[in-house]
């Protein structure tokens, strides 16, 4: 008789910035499923009360640097779940496909020809300026945004980054994982024609109940940011629109109140 398993399924999954309540009805369905759940670094515990109590848990998360599992290990572990039969579900903090890897997984199951669903979660880049009393577009400020990366792969020979297009353009600019890579962003963007006036909002742990943040210039965000001690996950929203958060700033306000 044939025991061989048919090849299970992988989704990959976006658990949402932090707040455990920002995730998706259909990615906790599929948490309840799973055989196998692989977890990022900024998935909330409270998340994972969602998991089947039966699946198999495994952390494969990275912050500064530090890799739990290297992205090539992840890929194989995945690949091997799944033709072992199981429902694997990999949980990336925001969406899997903003600057989440989710894709260089993706593509890895379909070269073993291995079935994926893509479950898409709120990204930080949205979410996080919103916590912060900071909506990313308005029409009467700015109609466009853009998403950058503050931390290209270390692979590629130059980067990809125009910085005189990113620094003339009229956009919201949001930077992910670029705290630490802060004087560069700002050294950049004043030396190809941004005006040093320019607002910025830098938040920290955006949606957690920690949420910190501190606005400047372009002129002076270093110096503040570095004098509160601002670490990674932190958010960096440039532009106008972040004079916006004086009026809009509710979750600090319910903060301050004693609820959210």
Do not use: C
């Not at 890799?67 to 199981?86: D, M, R, S």
């Not at 989440?100 to 890895?108: F, I, K, V």
């Not at 005189?164 to 024609?193: C, D, P, R, W």
């Not at 106008?240 to 306000?253: G, H, K, N, S, T």
């Amino acid at each position: 008789m044939n025991t061989r398993r048919e090849p299970g399924i992988v989704y990959l999954v976006g658990a949402g910035p932090g707040d455990p309540e920002l995730l998706t009805l259909k990615a906790a369905r599929l948490l309840a499923l799973a055989d196998v759940v692989l977890y990022d670094y900024l998935v909330d515990e409270r998340v994972l009360g969602h998991v089947n109590p039966a699946a198999e848990l495994h952390y494969v998360g990275k912050k500064s640097g530090v890799h739990t599992l290297p992205q090539e290990k992840i890929n194989a572990l995945l690949v091997a779940e799944a033709k072992a039969g199981k429902t694997v579900v990999r949980l990336k903090g925001g969406d899997p496909f903003v600057f989440g890897r989710g894709s260089e997984e993706a593509l890895e199951l379909v070269k073993h020809g291995l079935r994926f669903e893509v479950v898409p979660g709120i990204s930080s880049a949205i979410a996080v300026p919103a916590y912060a009393g900071i909506p990313v577009t308005h029409r009467e400020i700015t109609s466009s945004l853009m998403i950058i990366t503050g931390h290209e792969s270390t692979r590629k020979h130059q980067t990809d980054l125009d910085w005189y297009k990113i620094s003339l353009g009229k956009e919201t600019l949001v930077f992910l994982m670029g705290v630490k890579n802060l004087a560069f962003i700002v050294e950049q963007l004043i030396a190809h024609g941004k005006d040093p006036g320019t607002l910025v909002a830098v938040i920290e742990w955006g949606t957690f109940p920690r949420q910190r943040t501190v606005v400047g210039t372009l002129t002076t965000i270093v110096e503040l940011t570095a004098a509160a001690r601002f670490s990674p996950p932190s958010v960096i929203v440039i532009g106008p629109i972040v004079a916006l958060r004086e009026q809009l700033r509710w979750f600090d306000r319910e903060q301050d109140h004693g609820s959210t």
